[in-house]
């Protein structure tokens, strides 16, 4: 796991340099990340020489101390998108009053609103701060917006005083961070194949048919599936999109490649996710050579291509398969047809022509219509969340339809 640790200002700091080198020794790659005041109780060389990574300590300029670059502007948000779990031990009263109220005028404050990661908050401070309203306050805000907050022990403080505010144990912090990680990983043990992006059929050796399909919706469920712990095969038509981390791909360009390739890998799936936007029809007769340019119209003959949702799905076994649906009218009614038809557990349906849904953007609005009779539609949100709920879609269906019967009672 890449963990981003917090550092704040209070005496506990110099507890987090243990803590990085448990988080490490577990397998964990640790970024520090220090706040203004941390740095007055701890130096962030202690850090850079535990975590082997340069410490991020501010929000316009690097570290060092030079010029603010793009890079180094931009830092909070690669952060966020590379942290699997953001860490704050110890927590001050300050940062948990920044968190919740949404203020951003650090980088780690500012890290938090971009990240879209679980947080663990292990607050440290005198037993008035912990006891103060505001404080009480501020930490059930972090609760219900499902923070786990690793609660501090009672004991002599280094303020003097005697009550609850310690920074807890590094075993119950780690235990946290375990017992987090591991709700987070709830696909572990799945094989999930998915396929995403266009296909390209060829017209001749130089011009081929394809569609409007970026591959980012296909990428984001395989990205999100890898982080949640499944082994993900992603089978990809040509797009410009990176390989998520821990995804083994697989590049295909025709409808029959993406066939075959499919087909050959469902065996050892347990959930198959079609998002790519396979051709339907490919010129029957693709030329050998050049079609010369001339001035009498063309016609070009298709034929359809084989349906793959509907072949892998209909021995699916007991695997979940989901399809997908890019309509442009009676979405509900063409979607329901399709999940019948192809004999899939879930479609996704989304209405291209609707404001901030269909290709080649970062956001979608899809409905998920399920075989348990269930529509879930879903606000426009980024295609990264959209990934999420369908996954958390799959997970209930698995749980419905492999539910042992019920029991009849002969009474
Ligand atoms: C010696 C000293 C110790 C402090 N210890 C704590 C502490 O344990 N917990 C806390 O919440 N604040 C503590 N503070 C106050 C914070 O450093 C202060 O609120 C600061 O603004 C926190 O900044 P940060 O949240 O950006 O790190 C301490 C201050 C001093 C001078």
Redesign the pocket.
């Known amino acids: 796991m890449r963990i981003t640790l917090g550092v ?5 700091a110099y507890k987090a340099a243990e803590l990085v080198r448990r988080l490490q020794q577990k397998g964990d790659s640790v970024q520090v990340v220090m ?4 740095r ?2 701890v130096t962030p060389l202690t850090f850079a020489a535990l975590s082997g990574q340069r410490v991020i300590t501010d929000l316009f300029s690097d570290s060092s101390g030079g010029e603010p670059n793009l890079e180094s502007a931009i830092e909070h948000i690669a952060v966020a998108q590379r942290t699997d779990l953001l860490l704050v031990a ?1 927590a ?4 948990i009053a ?1 968190f919740a109220r949404g203020v951003a005028d ?1 980088f ?1 404050t500012t890290l938090y609103l971009a990240s879209t990661a679980p947080v663990v908050v292990a ?4 037993v008035n ?1 912990w006891n103060h309203a505001a404080t009480r306050q501020n930490v059930e805000i972090l609760r219900a917006r499902g923070v786990k907050i690793v609660e501090p022990d009672e004991g002599y403080l ?1 303020c003097g005083m005697t009550g609850p505010g310690r920074l807890a144990g590094l075993e119950e912090i780690l235990a946290a961070v375990h017992e987090v990680s591991k709700a987070q990983r709830d696909l572990e043990g799945e094989t999930i194949l998915v396929s995403a992006g266009p296909t390209c059929e060829d017209l001749d050796p130089v011009r081929f048919i394809r569609n409007r399909s970026s591959g980012k919706m296909g990428y984001a469920v395989a990205e999100a599936a890898a982080k949640r712990g499944a082994k993900v095969i992603l089978v990809s038509g040509p797009v410009n999109l990176e390989t998520p981390a821990g995804v083994e791909r697989v590049n295909v360009r025709t409808a029959e490649e993406m066939r075959h390739a499919i087909v050959q890998r469902f065996a050892d799936a347990s959930i198959a996710i079609l998002a790519a936007a396979v051709a339907d029809y490919r010129p029957a007769q693709p030329r050998a050579e050049k079609i010369k340019k001339g001035s009498a119209p063309l016609a070009v003959s298709l034929e359809p291509t084989t349906d793959i949702l509907a072949e892998v799905a209909k021995n699916k076994g007991s695997r979940i398969v989901v399809g997908f649906a890019a309509e442009t009218d009676h979405v509900a009614e063409n979607a329901r047809k399709k999940l019948a038809s192809k004999n899939a557990d879930l479609i996704v349906a989304n209405d291209v022509t609707a404001e901030g849904a269909g290709f080649d953007r970062d956001t979608n609005v899809v409905t998920l219509f399920s075989r348990d009779g269930r529509d879930l539609a879903l606000p426009k949100m980024p295609k990264s969340e959209v990934a999420q709920r369908i996954l958390d879609e799959v997970l209930r269906m698995r749980s419905v339809l492999h539910a042992p019967a019920p029991r009849h009672s002969n009474v």
């Open positions: 704040t200002g209070g005496v506990a706040t203004r005041s941390a007055e109780f110890p001050t009263a300050d940062i920044k650090d780690l607050p440290a401070m005198n701060m280094a």
